[in-house]
């Protein structure tokens, strides 16, 4: 029954030091307004979770120009270089018509 103790207290740590690892590190969610190259006007969350309202209907093109122009930002808080996977370098990113 001694042996059980000793277990248990490594899962416990093993649990909390994983928990700890999914929190989003600073910087790295936030909102952004984006407007599109053919004038559409988007509010994208990066992130979080996604923002109030419709989800944006896009073209691949624009979802692409979308989520490139909403992690603009996040590319420049992470530095030429980050771990992979991370909120860095695989964010989630959803966009809503903000117009």
Known sequence: MKIVLPGAAIVGAAVL???CGLAAPPGS????PVQLSGGKNLLCS???APPAGEPAVLTRREQVQADVL???RLRLVSGPTSPYPSAYTAPTIACVSAG
């Open 29 to 32: 969610a936030y909102q952004m």
């Open 46 to 48: 990066v992130n979080e």
């Open 70 to 72: 909403a992690t603009q």
């Open 17 to 19: 030091w994983s928990t």
